[in-house]
């Protein structure tokens, strides 16, 4: 079974200034492919450590993924190591050259000097193109071909772009045994990662198929379903089965599918009930408006959120019943969400009251905040506009 290492290259990183995402996010699309990731390295931005780094990787892995290191300045060395893992010397790629100068045009710009340094690759690897950036990838055969490097920039929107479109491709014709595969992501808000889990009858396991992982970021839960088959077809049989079962299990819990936000499913949610909607906050400080507002520019429907107004947390509003009613008021709207101001707790902790004011009266409802003060206000401002989700859905 081909075995695979992922490196993150970066200073900010061994310092712990910031987290490596990189790595857990190719892994988990490496786990997809059936390939394990036995080692997680983290090197920092020096020749020795990236050498070090790589030829140990090359001795244990026959896969290598690599964030990092490809921009164009004195401390991105990541194709110097590559150029001395793989004992070729750097050589100027006319045509990732041409990439890089174009992209500058096309802003408008001449490309500094410093940046012919991102079309130097090793003598016999290949250029991994980027779509959405002027750093190019590389790839290169080390320890006498029984090692491959994938070296990808660490810019995650980039990186990704290129794993779906190059690196991905690639691994799978490396593989024993072609396949496709196709995935889907169910969006979740609602309950934690391990309550949605519990729910669950044994989707998320190692080895089932279709393959179920679950992640979390700012409370939305992911639930990727990643199946393998013949053809797209047989895959997409095995995702609508286990995609059937958790709707089933989760309920109302799930919001939406792939890219979908949480917001998104509000305002299409209040649309759907054929309702319209004002906002009034204190405690989190302008993130529910600001959701509400951005869904509501992208849908076709979004007349139905009529405006949100932000109170300052000094201010003496009254509670979120009472700003609830006033924005229903003012904005001539049929149901008015209120944030109240955070309240301090004797355990040093706060806590948020929501409350919905409709035409049949008031709902209140409790919010616990944790997870830091920008982590707490996004989790808090999701909270207050998933209760109008709920209700729409229940009134629908």
Same mark, same amino acid.
């Given at each position: 079974?081909?075995?695979?290492?992922?490196?993150?290259?970066?200073?900010?990183?061994?310092?712990?200034?910031?987290?490596?995402?990189?790595?857990?996010?190719?892994?988990?699309?490496?786990?997809?492919?059936?390939?394990?990731?036995?080692?997680?390295?983290?090197?920092?931005?020096?020749?020795?450590?990236?050498?070090?780094?790589?030829?140990?990787?090359?001795?244990?892995?026959?896969?290598?993924?690599?964030?990092?290191?490809?921009?164009?300045?004195?401390?991105?060395?990541?194709?110097?190591?590559?150029?001395?893992?793989?004992?070729?010397?750097?050589?100027?790629?006319?045509?990732?050259?041409?990439?890089?100068?174009?992209?500058?045009?096309?802003?408008?710009?001449?490309?500094?000097?410093?940046?012919?340094?991102?079309?130097?690759?090793?003598?016999?690897?290949?250029?991994?193109?980027?779509?959405?950036?002027?750093?190019?990838?590389?790839?290169?055969?080390?320890?006498?071909?029984?090692?491959?490097?994938?070296?990808?920039?660490?810019?995650?929107?980039?990186?990704?772009?290129?794993?779906?479109?190059?690196?991905?491709?690639?691994?799978?014709?490396?593989?024993?045994?072609?396949?496709?595969?196709?995935?889907?992501?169910?969006?979740?808000?609602?309950?934690?990662?391990?309550?949605?889990?519990?729910?669950?009858?044994?989707?998320?396991?190692?080895?089932?198929?279709?393959?179920?992982?679950?992640?979390?970021?700012?409370?939305?839960?992911?639930?990727?379903?990643? %199946?393998? !088959? +013949?053809? #797209?077809? =047989?895959?997409?049989?095995?995702? *609508?089965?286990?995609?059937?079962?958790? @709707?089933?299990? /989760?309920?109302?819990?799930?919001?939406?599918?792939?890219?979908?936000?949480?917001?998104?499913?509000?305002?299409?949610?209040?649309?759907?009930?054929?309702?319209?909607?004002?906002?009034?906050?204190?405690?989190?400080?302008?993130?529910?408006?600001?959701?509400?507002?951005?869904?509501?520019?992208?849908?076709?429907?979004?007349?139905?959120?009529?405006?949100?107004?932000?109170?300052?947390?000094?201010?003496?509003?009254?509670?979120?019943?009472?700003?609830?009613?006033?924005?229903?008021?003012?904005?001539?709207?049929?149901?008015?969400?209120?944030?109240?101001?955070?309240?301090?707790? %004797?355990? !040093? +902790?706060? #806590?948020? =009251?929501?409350?919905?004011?409709? *035409?049949?009266?008031?709902?209140?409802? @409790?919010?616990? /905040?944790?997870?830091?003060?920008?982590?707490?206000?996004?989790?808090?401002?999701?909270?207050?506009?998933?209760?109008?989700?709920?209700?729409?859905?229940?009134?629908?």
């Amino acid at each position: 079974m081909m075995r695979a290492e992922v490196i993150a290259i970066g200073d900010e990183l061994t310092s712990g200034q910031r987290l490596d995402t990189n790595s857990q996010w190719l892994s988990a699309e490496l786990g997809v492919l059936g390939v394990p990731v036995v080692f997680h390295t983290t090197a920092a931005d020096t020749l020795e450590a990236g050498v070090e780094a790589f030829r140990a990787a090359a001795a244990r892995a026959d896969l290598v993924v690599a964030t990092g290191g490809l921009g164009p300045t004195a401390d991105d060395l990541t194709r110097d190591v590559l150029a001395a893992v793989a004992g070729s010397p750097l050589e100027l790629s006319a045509e990732a050259l041409a990439a890089v100068e174009s992209r500058f045009a096309r802003r408008g710009m001449a490309m500094p000097e410093t940046n012919r340094r991102q079309a130097l690759f090793p003598r016999g690897s290949r250029i991994i193109p980027n779509p959405e950036g002027t750093a190019p990838g590389i790839d290169v055969d080390v320890a006498g071909g029984r090692s491959r490097i994938f070296a990808l920039p660490g810019v995650p929107a980039e990186m990704r772009t290129m794993w779906r479109g190059s690196v991905m491709p690639a691994i799978l014709g490396m593989l024993p045994e072609r396949a496709t595969i196709v995935q889907r992501r169910i969006k979740c808000f609602g309950a934690g990662e391990s309550a949605i889990e519990a729910m669950l009858p044994d989707l998320v396991r190692r080895g089932r198929d279709p393959l179920v992982g679950i992640t979390a970021h700012e409370a939305t839960i992911t639930l990727r379903i990643a %199946a393998r !088959g +013949r053809d #797209e077809a =047989e895959c997409r049989g095995k995702i *609508a089965d286990t995609e059937a079962t958790i @709707r089933n299990c /989760l309920g109302t819990l799930v919001y939406g599918v792939e890219d979908d936000e949480l917001e998104d499913a509000v305002v299409a949610a209040v649309a759907t009930a054929g309702v319209t909607l004002a906002t009034a906050e204190v405690g989190t400080d302008g993130r529910v408006a600001t959701l509400l507002a951005q869904a509501a520019a992208r849908s076709p429907r979004g007349g139905c959120f009529r405006g949100g107004r932000v109170l300052p947390r000094s201010a003496d509003s009254g509670c979120a019943a009472a700003i609830a009613a006033r924005a229903r008021t003012e904005h001539d709207a049929a149901v008015g969400l209120g944030i109240g101001p955070v309240e301090p707790m %004797a355990d !040093g +902790r706060g #806590e948020i =009251e929501v409350a919905l004011v409709t *035409a049949a009266g008031v709902e209140r409802f @409790r919010h616990m /905040l944790g997870g830091g003060a920008f982590l707490a206000g996004s989790r808090a401002a999701k909270f207050a506009i998933d209760q109008v989700r709920r209700w729409a859905l229940a009134r629908g």
